[in-house]
């Protein structure tokens, strides 16, 4: 697992560069992973059954959110915007809007609604939304290991998921972005923006979207020294559950949680994190709207390379 230099993400975003090197050897034991993410539809069975209300729907208090500027402490979350022409990929708030209003119901802010996305990730979820999900549902969010695992489908040292070209025969293979960064997504791909879920190939073990779409929460604390400490272990590491404590040196004040397999807005000009064996971060109380999940179940025995190869669910 992890990269090498070669692979690593070229990434603007400041202390991500680096932190999946290097290649290191890693076991997991046998599990079941969600085909797809989690839609729309599913949350909002989840939420019916238990009236969750998501962090992006509660009003922050001040003391939760000491140094935010007092306007924001109002209900809402992070939206993508196109900024409206180039600028330098050196600072995200460019492209980044906090959006009162916006949440997994409103993924656009409170004009937008999920009325036809049924079949679309759930977005704007934090860590602890999705983990009361999985709870509900019996299951659990995956390690980063058990992610890395399991979007690789078996196949260990290649560069994307599905192989070691990014569109291979010509071929689109993940919603990813094309076009200009940040200012227009020419949807070659056939989607500028999120789409549902399930429309490119499933990897070898079955996965849909394991690359691309959105964003997933695994169960990690993110560190960018990780993988290294893992490798400098010098042996296979067991099931690794993270570190103990989340560093980011970006921004150390933010407790960070593990996301993995890129969205709808990597792209080659600011972040190929479509790459299988790079890493994503993100502060546990914030969600936007590229950031999701899907779940595992521990597996019996043996299940490891036999696991999903039926219907999508
Ligand atoms: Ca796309």
Redesign the pocket.
């Known amino acids: 697992m992890g990269s090498t230099m070669e692979t690593e993400s070229l990434c603007g975003l400041p202390g991500v560069t680096r932190d999946a090197l290097p290649v290191h050897r890693v076991y997991v034991d046998g599990f079941w992973m969600d085909a797809m993410e989690v839609t729309n539809e599913k949350f909002e069975q989840f939420v019916k059954a238990t009236g969750y209300i998501t962090i992006a729907e509660r009003t922050p208090t001040k003391e939760e959110f000491p140094t935010a500027p007092a306007e924001n402490l109002v209900a809402g979350s992070t939206v993508f915007t196109p900024t409206p022409g180039p600028v330098p990929l050196d600072n995200f708030y460019q492209w980044w809007r906090y959006e009162k209003g916006a949440n997994w119901r409103h993924p656009e802010g409170p004009s937008s609604d999920i009325k036809g996305r049924e079949k679309y990730p759930v977005v704007h979820i934090a860590y602890d939304d999705a983990v009361a999900y999985a709870k509900w549902a019996g299951k659990r969010l995956p390690t980063e290991a058990e992610f890395e695992f399991a979007a690789r489908g078996g196949k260990a040292g290649l560069i994307y998921a599905w192989g070691n070209e990014l569109h291979p025969g010509g071929k689109f293979m993940a ?4 076009g200009t960064f940040p200012v227009k ?1 020419s ?1 070659e ?5 999120i ?1 549902p879920v399930g429309q490119f190939p499933p990897n070898p073990y079955g996965l849909y979207d394991i690359t691309g779409n959105v964003w997933e929460w695994c169960s990690d604390w993110y560190r960018p020294d990780y993988y290294a400490e893992l490798a400098r272990q010098g042996r296979v590491a067991r099931n690794p559950q993270g570190p103990d404590i989340p560093f980011d040196p970006a921004e150390p004040t933010e407790k960070k949680r593990v996301h993995r397999g890129g969205s ?1 807005l990597c792209s080659d000009q600011y972040c190929t994190r479509y790459m299988v064996g790079t890493r994503g971060k993100g502060e546990v109380t914030t969600g936007s709207n590229h950031v999701g999940f899907r779940c595992v179940q521990p597996g019996g025995s043996g299940t490891a390379h036999g696991a999903n190869k039926g219907k999508p669910s």
């Open positions: 919603n990813t972005y094309q997504d949807g791909d056939g989607f500028s923006g789409a709808f």
